[in-house]
T-cell receptor, first 114, second 116 residues
Framework: DAGVIQSPRHEVTEMGQEVTLRCKPISGHDYLFWYRQTMMRGLELLIYFNNNVPIDDSGMPEDRFSAKMPNASFSTLKIQPSEPRDSAVYFC????????????FGQGTRLTVV | AQSVSQHNHHVILSEAASLELGCNYSYGGTVNLFWYVQYPGQHLQLLLKYFSGDPLVKGIKGFEAEFIKSKFSFNLRKPSVQWSDTAEYFCAVNAPGSGNTGKLIFGQGTTLQVKP
């Protein structure tokens, strides 16, 4: 398996624009997670899905953020409208329902909002 | 609420020096514990994990960690670092039982710089 695949790797956008980040989890994994990494707050969980259903979105900072998982092999994180403080690295991770395996992370999307 | 504290924010070592990075967590129940590494510009990779059993866990690239339940600690060690170990290291905790090992609370990270 190619691992967790995220796109784009880098995104630069102007304030107010819509941004969509994409993630393809590892095939067969039933959990998908979106994390955000910033200098100020470190790594924090935004939302996660189990079998394509959002389970916990308490980490989503504002209504401007939304995430979907239309099928087992694809998820999106959308920011609309984007603001400079949204600049961060966004990681997607996936894991298998198990008591002894870890989560696998994608390469991340570095978002810069100017 | 669970939290993870990494004591060292920035560590600078010379090659061949020994490494110990501290990690403490706050959670009253049983936990799964992880150390992830992030090389410059790359994604997080698992170094090692503890779920149960032997509290001394060996990971990749010569790293090991010891779970001390009474101290709520999971310190990372390596006897002799190399320049290629320059990276950011994250300790993370997860509450087990649900089969969901990806819902992680991360520490703030420790940046390790190894001088050749």
């Amino acid at each position: 398996d190619a691992g967790v695949i995220q796109s784009p790797r880098h995104e630069v956008t102007e304030m107010g624009q819509e941004v969509t980040l994409r993630c393809k989890p590892i095939s067969g994994h039933d959990y998908l997670f979106w994390y955000r990494q910033t200098m100020m707050r470190g790594l924090e969980l935004l939302i996660y899905f189990n079998n394509n259903v959002p389970i916990d979105d308490s980490g989503m900072p504002e209504d401007r953020f939304s995430a979907k998982m239309p099928n087992a092999s694809f998820s999106t994180l959308k920011i609309q409208p984007s603001e400079p403080r949204d600049s961060a690295v966004y990681f997607c991770a996936s894991s298998l329902h198990s008591t002894n395996t870890e989560a696998f992370f994608g390469q991340g999307t570095r978002l810069t909002v100017v | 609420a669970q939290s993870v504290s990494q004591h060292n924010h920035h560590v600078i070592l010379s090659e061949a020096a020994s490494l110990e990075l501290g990690c403490n967590y706050s959670y009253g129940g049983t936990v799964n514990l992880f150390w992830y590494v992030q090389y410059p510009g790359q994604h997080l990779q698992l170094l090692l994990k503890y779920f149960s059993g032997d509290p001394l866990v060996k990971g990749i690239k010569g790293f090991e960690a010891e779970f001390i339940k009474s101290k709520f600690s999971f310190n990372l060690r390596k006897p002799s670092v190399q320049w290629s170990d320059t990276a950011e290291y994250f300790c993370a905790v997860n509450a087990p039982g649900s089969g969901n090992t990806g819902k992680l609370i991360f520490g703030q990270g420790t940046t390790l710089q190894v001088k050749p």
